[in-house]
C-alpha cells in the first residue's frame, strides 16, 4: 500500500468545516490536494460510534470547494443515520473529489485518493457513488485496503436493494391500507434501471399492477412485454392514480411541484435523496401521504456490503434476512409516526439517533 509522506498528509479542516450549515457535530473532516495527479478530495466523517465510516466516493464538477464540504457534511451524516437503521456495524462518512468524472478521472488521480484513504488507517472505508465506477474503485484497491465494490467484491448490490424496497412497500401497503397481499396493488415505478426492473419483477410475481416510466424505451417496453405493466409518460408518472408510487430513477424528486401532484397514498422506493429540501416530508405528512424514509428503504446494498466488508458473503442468507428486516424496521417507524403524530422522516431520525446514544451508553 502507498503510504503518503508527512508533507503530503491530509490536512484538517473540521475547523473550517464548523462554519458550515450542514455541519452537525461531524467528527472529523480532511482536505487533500496532490498537484502531480490533480486531485482534490475531501473526506468527511461524522460519526464512528458503530463502527468505521463507509460511504462512497462522489465526484463531481463543483462550483467551489464550499459546495462540496456542504455536500461531503450532508451525505456523511446521512450516511450515519442509514447504517444505524440497518443495524450493521459501520459509522458514516463520504468523500468527494472535486472534478469532471467524464475527462479527470485517471489512474494516478484515485491511487493518490487511495493513499489519502490509507492515511486514515480504517477510519473511513469508500465505496462506489455518483460519478465513480468499479473500475476507479480497482484503482483505489491499489493504493488502500480500506475499499469496497470492487471487480473482486462480486458486486452489483441491486438486487439486495430491491428486495429491501420491495419489503418495505410490503410494510408500507400493510400500514397504510390494511392489506397482507400486493395483489391487485397499483405501484407506479419511476425508473427501470438496476433497482427498478429487479423491483418490478418481484412486484410482478405477487400480481400488483404495475405502471411504469424510464427515459430509456427499451426499459419500458421490457417492463411492459414481459411484466405485463402499463406505460407511463416520464413527466407524469409521479401523478398517476396508485397506492405507491416508487421513485427509483433520480433525486430530489419530491419538490414543490410534484407533491402537490401525487395522486398515491404511499412513496416507497429506492431513489438516494427523494426530498427536494428536507420540509417536504412534513409536506408529504400534512398531505397524509405514507414516506418510507428513502434511507431506511434503500439500505439494502449497504447492508450486503456492510457483510463484504466483515468478509461474509453479501447475498448469503444472513445477509438477505438482514435486508428482509427493512420491512419491520419501517413497520416500526410508521407506527411511532401516527402515535406520535409526527412524520415518518423525523421518527427514522430519532430511531437512528437513539440507536447510536444507545451504543455509547454500552446499552
Ligand atoms: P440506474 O442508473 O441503473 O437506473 C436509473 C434508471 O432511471 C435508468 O433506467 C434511467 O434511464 C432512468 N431514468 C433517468 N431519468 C429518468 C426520468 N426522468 N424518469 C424516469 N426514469 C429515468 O440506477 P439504479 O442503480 O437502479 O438506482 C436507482 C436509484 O436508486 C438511484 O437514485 C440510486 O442512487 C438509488 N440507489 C441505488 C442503489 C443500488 O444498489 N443500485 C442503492 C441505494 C440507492
Given at each position: ?24 457535530d ?67 462518512g ?9 475527462t479527470?478521472k485517471?489512474?494516478p488521480l ?20 455518483v460519478g ?9 484497491a ?12 462480486g ?21 397504510r391500507?390494511g ?14 434501471g438496476?433497482?427498478?426492473r429487479a ?25 411492459v ?10 413527466d ?7 397506492d ?7 433525486g430530489?424528486?419530491l ?7 401525487l395522486r ?35 439500505a ?10 466483515v468478509?461474509?458473503d ?13 420491512g419491520?424496521v419501517l413497520?416500526?417507524?410508521?407506527d ?28
Amino acid at each position: 500500500m502507498s503510504k503518503l509522506s508527512n508533507t503530503h498528509l491530509p490536512q484538517d479542516v473540521t475547523i473550517k468545516a464548523q462554519r458550515l450549515a450542514e455541519f452537525s457535530d461531524h467528527q472529523q473532516v480532511w482536505e487533500y490536494r496532490h498537484p502531480a495527479s490533480g486531485l482534490h478530495a475531501l473526506i468527511a466523517v461524522h460519526d464512528t460510534t458503530l463502527g468505521p465510516a463507509l460511504g462512497g466516493c462522489r465526484m463531481w464538477a463543483y462550483e467551489s470547494t464550499a459546495h462540496a464540504l456542504s455536500d461531503a457534511l450532508r451525505l456523511s451524516r446521512g450516511m450515519t443515520y442509514k447504517a444505524a437503521l440497518a443495524g450493521v456495524a459501520l459509522g458514516g462518512g463520504k468523500a468527494v473529489i472535486l472534478g469532471d468524472p467524464k475527462t479527470q478521472k485517471t489512474a494516478p488521480l484515485f491511487h493518490a485518493f487511495g493513499a489519502m484513504i490509507e492515511a486514515l488507517d480504517g477510519l473511513y472505508i469508500t465505496a462506489e457513488d455518483v460519478g465513480t465506477s468499479v473500475r476507479d474503485m480497482d484503482w483505489i484497491a491499489e493504493t488502500t485496503a480500506h475499499v469496497t465494490g470492487t471487480s473482486r467484491d462480486g458486486g452489483d448490490p441491486s438486487p439486495m436493494t430491491a428486495l429491501g424496497v420491495y419489503e418495505g412497500i410490503r410494510a408500507a401497503v400493510r400500514h397504510r391500507l390494511g392489506s397482507t397481499e400486493l395483489s391487485g396493488v397499483t405501484v407506479a415505478v419511476q425508473g427501470l434501471g438496476h433497482v427498478g426492473r429487479a423491483l418490478c419483477e418481484r412486484l410482478a410475481t405477487d400480481g400488483t399492477d404495475l405502471i411504469v416510466a424510464d427515459v430509456n424505451p427499451d426499459a419500458v417496453k421490457f417492463a411492459v412485454d414481459e411484466l405485463g405493466a402499463t406505460a407511463e409518460r416520464a413527466d407524469r408518472i409521479h401523478a398517476v392514480p396508485a397506492d405507491v408510487f416508487a421513485p427509483c430513477a433520480l433525486g430530489a424528486v419530491l419538490d414543490d411541484e410534484t407533491v402537490p401532484a401525487l395522486r398515491s397514498a404511499i412513496v416507497a422506493g429506492s431513489a438516494n435523496n427523494q426530498l427536494a429540501q428536507d420540509r417536504h416530508d412534513e409536506e408529504l405528512h400534512r398531505r397524509g401521504i405514507l414516506y418510507a424514509p428513502d434511507y431506511v428503504i434503500n439500505a439494502g446494498g449497504l447492508i450486503s456490503v456492510a457483510h463484504a466488508v466483515v468478509g461474509e458473503d453479501a447475498s448469503d442468507s444472513k445477509a438477505w434476512s438482514a435486508v428482509c428486516r427493512i420491512g419491520a424496521v419501517l413497520s416500526e417507524i410508521f407506527d411511532r409516526a401516527e402515535a406520535e403524530g409526527q412524520s415518518p422522516g423525523a421518527i427514522a431520525d430519532q430511531l437512528a439517533i437513539e440507536r447510536i446514544a444507545r451504543h455509547r451508553r454500552g446499552a
